[in-house]
């Protein structure tokens, strides 16, 4: 049978063309380019994950204010995400990504020079988390709704599954890097992230990006107010994908306070050398488990999968209360973080095969506003907690969290009814859906 040397055809429908045997993902030019892209992109955001916290800290002393960098970066990707969706149904995605990492880059590279001279005020760092947010929304609206477009159908789990491990990757590598340089100098992690940001621009130029027909249409079809309600009034007409949304915000709430929770009680116990650590013993668990998703979600239904994750982090999470600081923590994250790669991939590729085309820039910037809101609740709280209630009593409140979220997975007839591997896409069964997405 001849190979196809081209990236797959688009279709009316906006998924890629199945007619020849599909090459596989490690030969797919257009799906390593585009992860290769944000690898480096998030390679970069890895590395300063903890280097801004330690240097809001190291500059006023209060986790509470570092917490403060955490929520902006997270508010503005929440603010973003609506807008950022439709544009990413409007306009070229490849052009989207490349504006995102162009400003990403310039916002870091201001930053570095600011720290390098000396003057780097919380109201720059926090100026910059902004645009980082928004960037970040851009990015993730067009690389979602670009990715079933170079991915054949079949292949879409597996490339989710990527996409996941990609991230923890990124986790394993950014926040070690990032923490050997801030202790070599405290400008060289943000200068780092400015670099990989101008290579994963770098690497988008090359990405030949199929942009079907119908993004013309829909630059025409409506006002970018209305076509971001669309996404909205889209995921509120989708029940599986509507339950689905709100346990992962509040998965989202609960880690990002535990990340920056982890730091603080590192820091606050004279562990900070061990900082990087959590980070990368936290990666080296959403690698492993992104390794053992595709086998892993032929054996699990994807109810097991999702009772999995939140019953096994409602367990888990409570030792952090106990265990010793450092080395620990990063254990116990890491244990979560093997079993939400298989959950992940179930979610994401539900979504995707349940949305079409012209929609999926809406609805993933609709997700994203939902996961931004509980990312920047989950970090302030978290903050003001340690700061004001102690480390105890901030632990065993993400456990409540978490028991919550659990039992409603648990007692949720529309993850009972997710399908499972192999089974057909079903189209949206609310009778409402055909016409939110007009």
Same mark, same amino acid.
């Given at each position: 049978?001849?190979?196809?040397?081209?990236?797959?055809? +688009?279709?009316?429908?906006?998924?890629?063309?199945?007619?020849?045997?599909?090459?596989?993902?490690?030969?797919?030019?257009?799906?390593?380019?585009?992860?290769?892209?944000?690898?480096?992109?998030?390679?970069?955001?890895?590395?300063?994950?903890?280097?801004?916290?330690?240097?809001?800290?190291?500059?006023?002393?209060?986790?509470?204010?570092?917490?403060?960098?955490?929520?902006?970066?997270? +508010?503005?990707?929440?603010?973003?995400?609506?807008?950022?969706?439709?544009?990413?149904?409007?306009?070229?995605?490849?052009?989207?990504?490349?504006?995102?990492?162009?400003?990403?880059?310039?916002?870091?590279?201001?930053?570095?020079?600011?720290?390098?001279?000396?003057? +780097?005020?919380?109201?720059?760092?926090?100026?910059?988390?902004?645009?980082?947010?928004?960037?970040?929304?851009?990015?993730?609206?067009?690389?979602?709704?670009?990715?079933?477009?170079?991915?054949?159908?079949?292949?879409?789990?597996?490339?989710?599954?990527?996409?996941?491990?990609?991230?923890?990757?990124?986790?394993?590598?950014?926040?070690?890097?990032?923490?050997?340089?801030?202790?070599?100098?405290?400008?060289?992690?943000?200068?780092?992230?400015?670099?990989?940001?101008?290579?994963?621009?770098? $690497?988008?130029?090359?990405?030949?990006?199929?942009?079907?027909?119908?993004?013309?249409?829909?630059?025409?079809?409506?006002?970018?107010?209305?076509?971001? #309600?669309?996404?909205?009034?889209?995921?509120?007409?989708?029940?599986?994908?509507?339950?689905?949304?709100?346990?992962?915000?509040?998965?989202?709430?609960?880690?990002?306070?535990?990340?920056?929770?982890?730091?603080?009680?590192?820091?606050?116990?004279?562990?900070?050398?061990?900082?990087?650590?959590?980070?990368?013993?936290?990666?080296?668990?959403?690698?492993?488990?992104?390794?053992?998703?595709?086998?892993?979600?032929?054996?699990?239904?994807?109810?097991?999968?999702?009772?999995? #994750?939140?019953?096994?982090?409602?367990?888990?999470?409570?030792?952090?209360?106990?265990?010793?600081?450092?080395?620990?923590?990063?254990?116990?994250?890491?244990?979560?973080?093997?079993?939400?790669?298989?959950? $992940?991939?179930?979610?994401?590729?539900?979504?995707?095969?349940?949305?079409?085309?012209?929609?999926?820039?809406?609805?993933?910037?609709?997700?994203?506003?939902?996961?931004?809101?509980?990312?920047? #609740?989950?970090?302030?709280?978290?903050?003001?907690?340690?700061?004001?209630?102690?480390?105890?009593?901030?632990?065993?409140?993400?456990?409540?969290?978490?028991?919550?979220?659990?039992?409603?997975?648990?007692?949720?007839?529309?993850?009972?009814?997710?399908?499972?591997?192999?089974?057909?896409?079903?189209?949206?069964?609310?009778?409402?859906?055909?016409?939110?997405?007009?």
């Amino acid at each position: 049978m001849r190979e196809r040397t081209e990236p797959a055809a +688009a279709r009316s429908d906006g998924r890629a063309e199945e007619t020849t045997p599909a090459r596989p993902l490690g030969r797919n030019r257009e799906y390593n380019l585009l992860w290769t892209s944000n690898v480096l992109s998030q390679l970069g955001s890895q590395a300063t994950l903890f280097a801004y916290p330690l240097l809001v800290i190291a500059m006023t002393g209060s986790v509470f204010q570092a917490s403060l960098v955490e929520f902006a970066v997270a +508010a503005s990707r929440m603010l973003a995400g609506l807008p950022a969706g439709a544009v990413a149904d409007r306009l070229p995605r490849k052009r989207v990504l490349l504006a995102s990492e162009a400003a990403r880059a310039l916002a870091l590279g201001v930053l570095a020079v600011a720290i390098a001279v000396g003057r +780097a005020p919380l109201s720059l760092i926090l100026a910059v988390a902004v645009v980082e947010g928004v960037a970040t929304a851009l990015f993730s609206a067009a690389d979602q709704a670009l990715l079933p477009m170079v991915v054949p159908r079949e292949q879409l789990s597996s490339a989710v599954s990527r996409n996941t491990a990609r991230y923890y990757v990124a986790t394993i590598t950014g926040p070690g890097l990032g923490g050997v340089l801030y202790n070599a100098m405290r400008v060289l992690p943000f200068a780092a992230q400015a670099v990989a940001s101008l290579g994963a621009f770098l $690497t988008l130029l090359f990405l030949r990006a199929p942009e079907p027909r119908r993004q013309i249409a829909a630059a025409g079809s409506g006002g970018l107010l209305h076509d971001t #309600l669309a996404g909205l009034r889209w995921l509120w007409a989708h029940r599986l994908v509507r339950v689905t949304v709100g346990l992962t915000m509040g998965f989202n709430a609960v880690f990002s306070g535990l990340l920056l929770v982890a730091i603080g009680m590192a820091q606050q116990a004279g562990a900070g050398g061990q900082v990087g650590a959590i980070g990368m013993l936290m990666g080296a668990g959403g690698v492993l488990g992104a390794l053992a998703a595709p086998r892993l979600r032929l054996r699990l239904t994807p109810y097991t999968a999702l009772t999995l #994750l939140s019953w096994g982090a409602s367990v888990l999470v409570p030792l952090l209360a106990v265990l010793p600081a450092g080395y620990a923590y990063g254990a116990v994250l890491g244990c979560v973080a093997f079993l939400a790669p298989t959950a $992940t991939a179930i979610i994401v590729t539900h979504q995707m095969t349940t949305t079409p085309d012209e929609m999926r820039g809406r609805l993933a910037g609709a997700i994203g506003v939902s996961l931004g809101a509980a990312s920047a #609740l989950g970090a302030v709280a978290g903050g003001a907690l340690l700061e004001f209630s102690g480390a105890v009593a901030t632990v065993l409140s993400a456990t409540a969290v978490l028991v919550l979220l659990a039992l409603a997975a648990t007692f949720s007839g529309a993850i009972r009814a997710l399908p499972g591997p192999g089974a057909p896409a079903q189209a949206p069964e609310a009778p409402e859906t055909a016409e939110a997405a007009q």
